[in-house]
């Protein structure tokens, strides 16, 4: 489910549209042709997770930039569903079918949930608009806690009384795909590992700090407000090669001898049959988003690493993963 670092190649492509003059804003629609439908109402964007969760910072990050630069003129209205590993906001969004007044952050779990038969969804009951980013997936545990390394962390849950891991959102989702990637690295039986689900990973870091649970699995946005605090260690990142910036410390898996790249990829989705026109609208809007300072800032103190796709593009992008989703689905059965 995941890709080498694209972000240096994405960066370096954005560079010369990122110079925006102080006081101006950004054109809406700018290297778009101009397509036929508008909002005529509020649009309501809704996020599968909890509120704090990183797809609720996604959110909010882009509302902010479509409100900064007037690039949509109706309000944007951030709405929190989460239950269901997502399944509630996307069964919501699809129902609306036809209506480019509603859109939804999308993750993995749109995916796996399908492959799990959770529920009457399929991704393909939503319609892929754009792809944004890949965020790599950390391993985290009490700072003053007995697990000091990644080697600590496969030890335990090799052991008769493994860890509790928390992971959002729910079964299917990247996170928890990275720590069944992990125990299959390490020879672990995954139907031994003790699993706990929550709707947004910003409650696993909550409950973990609370001593309620061993191990959080989550996304570096999300774990590393703990990790500054000094109450948190990230054992390892599940990343192709070591983050960047203040990160650059922490190991990856691969480093370990273990071959675990796991990463959440966001995107946006509308409801099914939605319109050519109002997918060209707002994925126009989307590409003014990733053109401005505050998209390339965010990006970098997120640790979000840059994949924009659009079209047909994004739909592929998703019917690839899907099929890659496949080949981890039998541990994803064994250890729910």
């Given at each position: 489910m995941t890709k080498p670092s694209r972000r240096a190649t994405m960066m370096s492509a954005l560079r010369p549209m990122l110079v925006v003059a102080a006081g101006c804003a950004l054109t809406p629609g700018a290297g778009v042709a101009q397509t036929e439908w508008t909002p005529q109402k509020s649009i309501e964007f809704v996020v599968p997770t909890a509120a704090g969760s990183t797809m609720d910072l996604l959110a909010r990050t882009v509302q902010n930039i479509w409100q900064k630069y007037q690039l949509v003129t109706k309000p944007v209205i951030v709405q929190?569903?989460?239950?269901?590993?997502?399944?509630?906001?996307?069964?919501?969004?699809s129902r609306k079918t036809g209506d480019g007044h509603t859109l939804a952050i999308s993750g993995p779990t749109l995916l796996?949930?399908?492959?799990?038969?959770i529920g009457d969804l399929s991704y393909k009951d939503v319609t892929p608009i754009a792809q944004l980013f890949t965020e790599y997936t950390g391993f985290a545990v009490a700072a003053d806690g007995p697990i000091k390394s990644g080697a600590d962390l496969v030890k335990a849950l090799a052991s008769p009384t493994p860890p509790s891991v928390g992971v959002a959102p729910g079964f299917g989702g990247s996170n928890h795909v990275a720590l069944l990637k992990l125990a299959r690295a390490a020879g672990i039986d995954p139907g031994r590992l003790v699993i706990v689900p929550f709707k947004g990973a910003n409650e696993s870091v909550t409950a973990l700090l609370g001593g309620h649970i061993d191990v959080s699995v989550g996304t570096m946005a999300v774990l590393a407000p703990s990790l500054k605090t000094g109450k948190m260690r990230i054992v390892a990142v599940a990343a192709p090669a070591r983050l960047a910036g203040e990160m650059s410390s922490i190991p990856t898996w691969r480093e370990l001898n273990l071959d675990v790249v796991e990463g959440n990829w966001r995107g946006i989705v509308g409801p099914r049959e939605l319109g050519p026109s109002e997918v060209a609208?707002?994925?126009?809007?989307?590409?003014?988003?990733?053109?401005s300072p505050e998209w390339a800032e965010s990006l970098s103190r997120n640790y979000w690493d840059a994949d924009f796709r659009t079209g047909d593009d994004a739909r592929r992008f998703l019917d690839a993963q899907y099929e890659d989703l496949r080949t981890v689905l039998p541990n994803l059965t064994q250890a729910k």
């Open positions: 929190v569903k989460s239950g269901a590993g997502g399944a509630l906001a996307w069964s919501y969004v796996s949930q399908d492959l799990l038969h609208f707002w994925s126009s809007r989307l590409a003014d988003v990733v053109r």
